[in-house]
């Protein structure tokens, strides 16, 4: 099968291209970017040299509809819903990486990302594609979850899906690393100020918020707002959400420990965490794996999980790699099959 990818120069766009060019049903047909097209990626990314040998291609719906099957949009919100036009009026398959079409109600996309919405039946007709939980893809079209979304929702599902908590009572308090912001440096990215720093951000503002709900809310009726906080820490790659919420029953460690342990037990790229251990960044980046750690404070009534992932693959890349396996029928496994580098 043939893919492109649009955005190729960007940090998700790159960890595509890793993905994908050691994927066995998949042979790359293109790697699109408006800056730099025509230019030899091997020159732009010296590090690519010998691995990749084309050039970078200027967007062209019709190219690449007409040399590829399936095309990943690695472009920034507001950029995939325009690009995305003349993919979904063909029926063509998409996989898009942004925020574009992640939310079903217009009003909310345009409310949380200050820009107009795309149009609403095709916000309808996308599917949500938390890669784990077996989404159902009605359409070719595909909305990637976002990093925190990931983490969040994989680190709250049992508990949602199964009833056990106040529907009030979820706190989130989530951390990223840089990469999370994408290439373009920032005030807040500048290493001067990241670096030996830790700082708040997009404080009741963050556009993960309505997406979290948006998917609590199919899971269980019942859920209220979540309190929602994100962080800057000075690492490259990886996402640490620490989830609080209370019991809305009584409930043991114990309890907690297998609810999580059967949940997953299944699923090959989440690894509950063996009692009283919790997982730092290290032992996912460079994976698609998310990990789960989890207890129960009988002093303060307290259920914390800490979900962990890597933001560029579990929240980026390797989430899109593993919704196109799962869309082809492939092996989910396939192209992800990757131990976290831990050193
Ligand atoms: N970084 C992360 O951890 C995560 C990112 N995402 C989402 O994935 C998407 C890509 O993110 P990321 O890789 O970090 O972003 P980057 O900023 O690193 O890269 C974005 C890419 O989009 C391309 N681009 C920008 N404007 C246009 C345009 N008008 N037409 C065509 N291409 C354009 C750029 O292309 P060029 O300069 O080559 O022209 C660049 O290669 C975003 O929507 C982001 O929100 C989602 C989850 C996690
Ligand atoms: C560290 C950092 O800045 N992270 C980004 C999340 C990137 C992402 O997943 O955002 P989209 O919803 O646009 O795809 C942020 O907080 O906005």
Known sequence: MKV????????S???????????????????????????????????????????LRGFHAEKIMATSDCVFLATPSGVSKEIANPFIQANFPVIDLSGDFRLKNPKTYEKWYQKSAPKSEWLQQATYGLADLSPHYASHLIANPGCYATATLLGLAPLIQNDWVQPDSVIVDAKSGLSGAGKMNTKATHYVEANENMSVYKVNQHQHIPEVMQQLKI??????????STSLIPVTRGIMATIYAKPNKKITQQELFEL???????????????????????????????????TYNEETGMIMIVSVIDNLLKGA???????????????????????????
């Open 4 to 11: 492109s990818i649009v955005g190729a120069t960007g940090y």
């Open 13 to 55: 766009g790159l960890e595509l291209f890793r993905l994908l060019s050691t994927h066995r049903e998949v042979e790359i047909a293109g790697l699109y970017s408006q800056s730099f097209k025509g230019e030899n990626i091997g020159e732009l990314y010296p590090y690519m040299q010998k691995i990749y040998n084309g050039d």
């Open 219 to 228: 899971w269980n009726k019942k859920m209220q707002p979540i309190q929602f």
């Open 260 to 294: 999580y342990e059967f949940y997953y037990e299944k699923m090959a790229f989440i690894r509950v965490q063996p009692k009283n251990c919790f997982p730092d960044l290290r032992q996912v980046v460079g994976s698609n794996y998310c990990d789960i750690g989890l």
């Open 317 to 343: 890349a390797g989430q899109a790699v593993q919704n196109m396996n799962l869309f082809y029928q492939f092996n989910q496994s396939e192209g992800l099959r990757l131990s976290p580098v831990y050193l």
